[in-house]
């Protein structure tokens, strides 16, 4: 809500020029690869924070957008030769759709027992995926490989442009929770989120509120599977349809800080290098200790401060004043 | 008190199974006066409140708004019709603050954002709350939080007011405080019905006073009338004290 500070605007710039410059000066495509993971992550995690940061609505299904948008596109692309960027529309649409078919039912569901719901969701279309011809079924989808344009969605020479591609994503995702925080709807979101009866005396229609924010979280997590089916070039259910991806997204949002609108950057900026990094190094051994290390983080910073890093940060600040 | 009726409320009833909350209850409210509903500790005054409001749908009777009909209308929608309301039990959003709050309410007729800012900022000033815009929700006093409710309901521009309880437990000061703010929201045009248990407040408010007991209205009068009726006396009191007069 404030006007950034000179010296804020100057860090935003810095952040924003080290950002773009970062594929250009690091060399190697493990950490550009990192970058996207974790920009990819973030935009979830920011469309999962409309969601569940504003409105308390605790979805623990983005999974099933974020493979509807993957699923979408590819099959488009692969059986009626659509161009992606068309199919990420496409997709984008689709989840929202599907996002407001559960949204109107489940828009009265407090708490746990949305999130309970929206795993249930997420689970059923899972199930349904791996098990339906039209998709190839668990056999998962191959891209046709196009040669390397921004028309198609397809870089093979480097992945570079795909760095860009998710941060410009990033950045439309950050506007947009950005633009809804300060305006009617963010408000709104807050008041449901606060109590339902306070809402409803204050002539707000939370069911028609949950339903545009759940459609838009939708939407974005559809755009970032499709992204991913162009980055990684193979979907199949149990990379793209997966509850750990929800869970994944859950955390980002949760550990940065929900209910801000940099929080979840943030969070992915955590995570994504610890997953990534403790997964190249540890991961092949079978031990799982990638996944210890990981868990015993969360439980810490769960424990030590539940409103997030950016909370954190945030209060220290109100505390320097 | 002149024009037509701004609520009609004809013939409420409201069970909740076997229980009945609210019998065949009947009144109106003028434009532009304040009328309270007072009665006995789970006489069905709030439940008469959330059947008016939208909250409940009454099992019988009518709620005519104007003389548009909205027994049936939702919560919001009456809110937007220009009915506001505050809660017994006294909700404001804890994590936003003070301007904000308002803000919430103002929203709902206007867009723009900082149209929105500039009346929340009037309503605040005209609230007596303007010093604490900056305080959270969650860190002000009850005394406060009432007044930031009052201030949140007029933020939705109501025609009809009404609160629930909005002066329990507040201190003499305070209550001085919130009476001179009722007044002056009447002052403004907006039309009030309160439920309350403070006679003090109700004393000095009220036009007209609607006593609720066992779910029935027993009387309607002016204040210092009702307060004198045996059968008001009885209600409150029981028998034994009625039995001297």
């Known amino acids: ?321 | 008190m002149t024009a037509g009726p701004v609520l009609d409320v004809e013939g409420i009833t409201k069970r909740f199974g076997g229980l009945t909350a609210n019998e065949d209850v009947s009144f109106t409210v003028n434009q532009g006066e304040i009328l309270s509903i007072i009665g006995p500790n789970g006489a069905g005054k709030s439940t008469l409140f959330n059947c008016i409001t939208g909250f409940y749908r009454p099992d019988a009777g009518k709620v005519l708004f104007r003389g548009k009909d909205i027994t049936t209308a939702s919560a919001h929608k009456i809110c937007k019709l220009g009915i506001a309301r505050t809660f017994q039990i006294v909700q404001v959003i804890s994590d936003m603050t003070v301007l904000e709050n308002v803000m919430t309410g103002t929203f709902l007729r206007t867009y723009d954002r900082k149209k929105v800012r500039e009346k929340a900022g009037e309503i605040l000033r005209f609230a007596g709350l303007y010093e604490k815009r900056d305080f959270l929700g969650t860190n002000i006093t009850i005394a406060d939080k009432k007044r930031l409710e009052v201030a949140m309901a007029l933020g939705t521009e109501p025609t009809l007011l009404m609160l629930d309880e909005a002066m329990a437990g507040l201190t003499p000061v305070e209550l001085r405080e919130m009476i001179g703010l009722l007044r002056k929201v009447r002052e403004n045009g907006v039309t009030l019905v309160i439920v309350e248990h403070v006679m003090e407040a109700v004393m000095q408010l009220s036009d007209r006073v609607v006593v609720i007991n066992s779910g029935r209205k027993i009387v309607e009068g002016a204040p210092a009338d009702v307060v004198r009726n045996p059968e008001v006396i009885q209600a409150y009191l029981g028998d034994r004290y009625n039995a001297g007069n």
Request: aromatic share 14%; net charge positive; hydrophobic share 55%.
């Open chain 1, 1 to 321: 809500m404030k006007k950034p500070t000179v010296l804020q605007a100057v860090f935003y710039a810095a952040l924003l020029a080290a950002l773009l410059a970062f594929p250009l000066v690091v060399k190697g495509t493990f950490p550009t690869h990192v970058m996207i993971m974790v920009f990819l992550f973030a935009m979830m995690g920011v469309a999962w924070n409309i969601l569940g940061g504003y409105a308390a609505m605790f979805s623990f299904g983005q999974a099933a957008f974020f493979g509807i948008g993957a699923y979408t596109s590819t099959i488009l692309l692969m059986n009626y030769n659509v161009n992606p960027w068309i199919g990420l529309v496409a997709g984008g649409v689709l989840a929202a759709l599907m996002g407001a078919a559960i949204g109107i039912p489940c828009s009265n569901l407090r708490g746990h027992y949305f999130a309970i719901a929206s795993i249930a969701f997420a689970e059923i279309v899972r199930i349904h995926f791996n098990n339906w011809k039209f998709v190839a079924a668990a056999e998962g989808l191959s891209l046709p490989l196009l040669p390397d344009s921004l028309k198609n969605f397809m870089f093979h020479s480097s992945k570079a442009p795909y760095y860009y591609i998710i941060l410009v994503f990033l950045l439309l995702s950050v506007l947009i929770c950005w633009y809804i925080s300060t305006n009617r709807m963010g408000f709104y979101l807050r008041a449901i989120k606060e109590s339902h009866e306070l809402a409803k005396g204050m002539g707000i229609s939370f069911v028609r509120y949950r339903l545009y924010a759940i459609m838009i979280s939708a939407f974005l997590t559809a755009m970032a599977g499709t992204f991913y089916a162009q980055y990684i070039l193979y979907i199949d259910p149990e990379s793209v349809l997966i509850l750990p991806i929800s869970v994944q997204v859950v955390l980002v949002a949760m550990l940065g800080g929900a209910g801000t609108i940099i929080g979840p950057v943030i969070g992915a900026a955590i995570l994504l290098p610890l997953s990534e990094i403790t997964r190249v190094w540890l991961g092949y051994k079978g031990t799982g200790v990638d996944m210890m290390i990981y868990g015993a983080l969360i439980m810490v910073i769960s424990a030590y401060q539940p409103q997030g890093v950016w909370g954190y940060l945030t209060s220290i600040r109100r505390r320097a004043k």
